[in-house]
């Protein structure tokens, strides 16, 4: 910048106005300045009584662009709308979106779409792109694919921006089968690679991710197997399919690491119970003084010491965290720390450490309590005072999980009547209990099981399988535990039976049914592991000599040999 006022003070003495260059050389001024000193940038813009659209557009994207005053850029480009002697042209509409999508503004954005139409506008690539980018941002998908379905040429970043917004929003199936169709048009680039890595982990669906590794690396001429961000998406959909060890051999190939790397590896490790290698891989990365750790970081690391219990070496954790790297916890950080506490039955502390918080604590740290409550067999009045205070501190409506949790209590208090009457406030409030949903993949192909389920073209076989499995498990003294059944007062055969019948019982049987022998079975759930399933699990690794690793809403648990990973701390 000192440079560059230089040339500006030069210019002021010995340019006049109305030079034929002037104009550009002024242009060329405020371009630059844009980049480093928006202040200087708006005084040199303020210099002209009628600045051409290069210079609107160049100002409308530097506060675009910028980290604090991305609102100025729309109010710039309504500046420009007013001044008579400019219009905005297919520069202008990217940069204002853009600053649109980030600011969430949807009902400015939309009016923007109604100005590109009228200007004749809406067939440029590059301003549809940003369309689809806006909508995709502002929760509005459905006017982001009309944007593109719409588009009568589309760029690779076109197919980029629609694929990576519906992974965004956890609608994997649909960004993969849209991969599938840009690949007529357009060959994947590394953008494109990372939403499908990322599909992939949402999906648990290992076979096609080991696919889009192997496409990778026969790109390696294009530098996509050396890409960080790739080689970070590879990690973490690694550990999401539950496949640890290729994510340890892909991260400790990798010739460089960034700060997400280390997280995303960190928070693997933590998800599979492998306490003692997260912290390891935390204290390589403080020693390797490459990358410091951020706030992320310290969510990775606090996970890894709640899912062993590791109490002490969360709070030095934490106060490392504040002391040391100066970092401001946030509430992930105290919601971390508070579910440690409780869950390792020190209850008391954690609603001392709630109590203390200086923001208030949201209905996820509230539930964690509820959860420990269950867990540690707490007193039902402890637990009731947490089932208020989470309804009492939501701002929307309440998912089921809060009843299911406060039913088991109940359950396991053998107060029938008051899990009754607690699904009857269900069936008034329509609530609806989410069912159980299990995923196996059997030779890269999905199946999809419910609770109860029967839609299956081989149910038949499945539930014949089960009756062999029941009586293999009394042989080997297995006894049901009731807190994960049904939250109806039924008969005892009737609780026996929907426990049989959990989604993942269901998965199990059909991937002993299936796979190869050797094969570890991969089991995606969508609810956390109920104690009689757990239990089983263990029982049928065990006696059928299967390795079973069941990923659900909290973490990894790898059953072999009628052990878990967990060491039954989940």
């Keep these: 910048m000192a440079q560059l006022k230089q040339i500006h003070s030069q210019t002021l003495r010995s340019i006049p ?7 550009f050389l002024y242009s060329r001024i405020l371009h630059f300045s844009s980049l480093a000193d928006l202040h200087y940038a708006t005084r040199v813009f303020n210099h002209f009584q009628n600045p051409n659209s290069f210079m609107w557009n160049t100002l409308i994207r530097a506060y675009a662009r910028s980290t604090h005053f991305k609102d100025r850029a729309i109010e710039l480009y309504r500046a420009m709308m007013e001044d008579e002697t400019v219009i905005p042209d297919n520069h202008t509409y990217p940069f204002v979106l853009k600053a649109c999508a980030y600011l969430f503004w949807f009902f400015e954005g939309k009016q923007m779409h109604g100005r590109i139409f009228k200007l004749g506008l809406e067939s ?13 941002t502002c929760g509005n ?8 379905d719409k588009m009568s040429e589309r760029s690779r970043v076109s197919w980029n921006v629609l694929i990576d917004s519906y992974v965004r929003v956890g609608e994997f199936d649909i960004a993969l089968n849209l991969f599938i169709q840009m690949q007529i048009a357009f060959e994947p680039d590394n953008y ?10 949402g999906l648990g669906a290992l076979s096609l991710g080991l696919w889009a590794h192997a496409y990778i690396l026969k790109k390696s001429e294009m530098d996509m ?12 959909m690694y550990c999401k399919c539950g496949s640890l060890e290729i994510a340890e051999q892909v991260f400790e190939s990798m010739p460089d690491k960034n700060v997400n790397s280390w997280n995303s590896m960190i ?8 306490a003692e290698a997260a912290l390891n891989c935390f204290n390589r990365m403080v020693k390797s003084q490459i990358v410091s750790p951020n706030s992320i970081t310290f969510v990775s690391v606090l996970s890894a010491c709640n899912h062993r219990g590791k109490v002490n070496e969360g709070l030095q954790y934490f106060d490392m965290m504040t002391k040391e790297y100066d970092i401001e916890p946030r509430l992930e950080h105290y919601g971390c720390l508070v579910d440690l506490l409780a869950r390792a039955g020190r209850i008391e502390e954690a609603l001392n450490l709630v109590s203390e918080m200086p923001m208030k604590p949201d209905v996820v740290i509230w539930r964690s309590l509820l959860d420990a409550c269950c867990k540690q067999q707490a007193s039902v009045e402890l637990s009731e005072e947490m089932a208020k205070q989470i309804f009492e501190s939501s701002e929307g409506s309440i998912g089921s999980g809060v009843y299911v949790l406060l039913s088991k209590v109940y359950a396991s208090a053998k107060r029938w009547n008051e899990v009754g009457l607690l699904r009857k406030l269900m069936t008034d409030k329509g609530v609806i209990k989410q069912p159980g949903c299990s995923l196996v993949e059997i030779d890269g192909v999905t199946h999809e099981f419910f609770a109860g389920d029967t839609t299956h073209s081989q149910s038949e076989d499945i539930y014949k399988f089960l009756n062999v499995m029941d009586e293999k498990l009394k042989s080997v003294g297995y006894t049901r535990s009731y807190s994960g059944a049904t939250m109806v007062d039924e008969m005892e055969d009737g609780k026996q039976s929907t426990l049989r019948l959990h989604s993942e019982r269901l998965a199990i049987a059909f991937g002993l049914l299936s796979s190869k022998p050797g094969v570890p079975i991969r089991i995606f759930k969508n609810l956390r592991v109920c104690n009689d399933c757990h239990q089983v699990t263990k029982l049928i690794s065990r006696i059928y000599n299967v390795e079973i690793i ?14 878990c990973s967990c060491k039954d701390y989940w």
Aim: aromatic share 8%; glycine share 4%; with cysteine.
């Design 550 to 563: 069941v990923r659900d809403r909290v973490r990894f648990h790898h059953f072999k040999d009628g052990t």
């Design 225 to 236: 197997a050396d890409d960080v961000l790739i080689n970070t998406c590879l990690v973490d």
């Design 141 to 148: 998908l459905d006017l982001a694919q009309k944007v593109f």
């Design 17 to 23: 106005s109305h030079h034929p260059q002037f104009l």
């Design 124 to 136: 440029d690539v590059h301003i549809c792109n940003s369309l689809i980018h806006f909508y995709a």
């Design 267 to 274: 928070l693997g490790l933590a998800m599979h119970g492998k």
């Design 192 to 201: 494109t690679m990372q939403s499908v890595i990322s599909a992939c982990a």
